[in-house]
């Protein structure tokens, strides 16, 4: 939020004067959690007023956590908080000059309510709150922008020029997907416009007033709010603003939803999409530099080379889910950072009005809010939409596989052909990335020195057998409709298995 440090982020919030780094401190809600950017701003301002409380004591008046100002609700569509490639999430308050703080209120307006309370950390890297919302919001616009680019391509490649190899639903398909992705941010969303409300441009980062007013009223914010979405990363639990907001969304919004976004899944998505087209690029560079066509399942193993990294950090990346459930599961709110004092009566104020006691809140994460956010990512699962997407540059490859063996055979049944090459090769290959996705959580918890990278590469070394065991079935998938319909039925089994009925059995 941009004047003192954040409250969430342990640099005080709407404090009284205090001084962090050498700085008088700045109101950072966004540091833990939503309301906080502004502490963070690196303002040099410094609080003249004590918080909002009564004065009575917090025990008298405990409505004030969830009041607010109706001129002070503000939010923005979440895909204009992604435009200029997401710079209002790439910097913490205060890192901008106090111009540039000032100006953050205009990209917000008034609104009478809010889709989304967007609830994040500043303590984790902006780049991974852009990549994650981008895929979010933009899956759709990623996956329609392959099949535009994919099929503009393959057309173009037929009838407007000659070619050389069939490479037009791969080049297409890359650069259609990734102008959809890029372009997602400036285009209409199929759910309509969200407005969100998001620390740094919704609480006002330059005017001392006006971002205390925001600040302790983050509780009017959540009532107004219809979702609150948790941007989860490993500090978020370790920022009393951020357990605030948990704590008060359900209190002020019983019927709202509480969805629970981890950063690692749409981190560890994008990895494994770069992973599949750097698959058939060391192809394609194989063939350039050899001229050899008809070899290249002898350098197999150079061609899964890239799952080698991919594989790796998955692994750390599910060991980010473990870590968020067993900290759920061991919550205490001694754990929770705060270093205003000012702050930590006004929390814990909010949380025994609500609960009763700190010990009751305790209880309420480790059981029903546990139950709610965590257990949907005990299993190793994407939503449909994200396997479209990850299966995009295998589809494109064996689009392009397809069309070079009709033009290389014009005998061969087209039929049986496309079953052999586009449906179950793909299908295949799904169950082998389901199955690695699946190693990579069994096995996510690092071990001692070299025994890590074993992991690492056991996991790689059943993916590269179950490639070589696809080439095998490639002719035999040619024989007849019959052969080639029951290896599809049999691969279709194999997802729906490795998807829904396995992973019940490593949670």
Known sequence: MGAAPSCCS??????????????????????AGNAGNAGKAGCQLQWTAEPPIDEHGPEHEPSRHLRLDSELLRGIPLNSSLQGFGRLWRKSPIDLPEAARGALWEKSVGVEKLDIFLSHTWHTPGSQKIRALMVQSGCHCFVLGWLLGSAVAVLLELFAFPR????????????????????????????????????????????PELMQRGIYGLGGFLKASSEMRILWSPPYLSRLWCIFELAAFRKANPSGRIVLKPLYLEV??????????????????????????????????????????????????????????????????????????????????????????????????????????????????????????????????????????LEASPGLDPYISFLAHVVAASLLSMNLLSLGVLLCDVFARPAAGIWDYGKTLLIWLVIGFGLYGNLQTEFILRESHEVALSVCAAQAVACFLLRYVVPKWTT
């Open 10 to 31: 342990d640099s005080g919030d709407v404090p009284p004067i205090e001084v962090v780094e050498g700085e008088p401190s700045a109101v950072n809600l966004g540091d």
């Open 268 to 405: 560890g998505l994008l990895y494994a999409i770069l992973a599949n087209y750097v698959v058939p690029l060391v192809h394609e560079m194989h063939i350039w530099l050899s001229g050899d066509t008809g070899s290249w399942r002898q350098w197999m193993a150079l061609l899964i080379l890239p799952f080698v990294p991919l594989v790796h950090k998955l692994r750390r990346l599910f060991h980010q889910k473990r870590q968020l459930i067993e900290n759920m599961k061991s919550f205490e709110l001694a754990n929770v950072s705060c270093r205003v004092t000012s702050d930590r009566d006004f929390i814990y104020a909010g949380i025994r009005e609500w609960y009763g006691s700190e010990e009751a809140f305790e209880q309420y994460v480790r059981g029903p809010l546990y139950d709610e956010l965590v257990f949907p990512f005990r299993k190793s699962e994407f939503p449909a939409v994200y396997w479209l997407m990850l299966m995009t540059p295998v589809l494109s490859a064996e689009v392009d596989h397809w069309l070079t063996s």
């Open 164 to 207: 050389h190899r069939n490479l037009s639903a791969r080049l297409g398909g890359f650069v259609g997907s990734l102008l959809g992705f890029l372009a997602s941010p400036y285009l209409p969303q199929p759910c309509g416009r969200e407005m969100c409300f998001l620390d740094v441009v919704c609480i006002h980062q330059a005017d």
